[in-house]
């Protein structure tokens, strides 16, 4: 979950993945690897999407531990949770055809 949340993030901040990349000093496949799960993100990327996003480190990883953690009310957390990422996918998309509109405004 914690690679879902940093897409997230980073979209609900309108940046494209490039972008972000050149402001933490990472490369795209590598940032695309964490974004996907394939790859785990270090302590530092962490800290540097904490920086970049003036989001707590701690608050970034008790969102994502507190989705997998099974507790009493994991049902109404992980529905809470559910909807959020629901909004922030709808957040993504909305983006995404707005860039996807200007490129096709842009061409002859």
Known sequence: MLNQALRLIRTYHDL????????????????SEIESGKKQPSLEILKKYSEQFD???????????????PKP???FRKNIAEKIITILEWNESRINAKETNKKKAKMP
């Open 73 to 75: 009310s994991d049902k």
């Open 16 to 31: 494209s993945q490039t972008e972000l990349c050149s402001e933490l000093g990472l490369s795209n496949s590598y940032l």
């Open 55 to 69: 989001i707590p480190l701690s608050s970034i990883l008790f969102f994502s531990e507190n989705l997998e953690a």
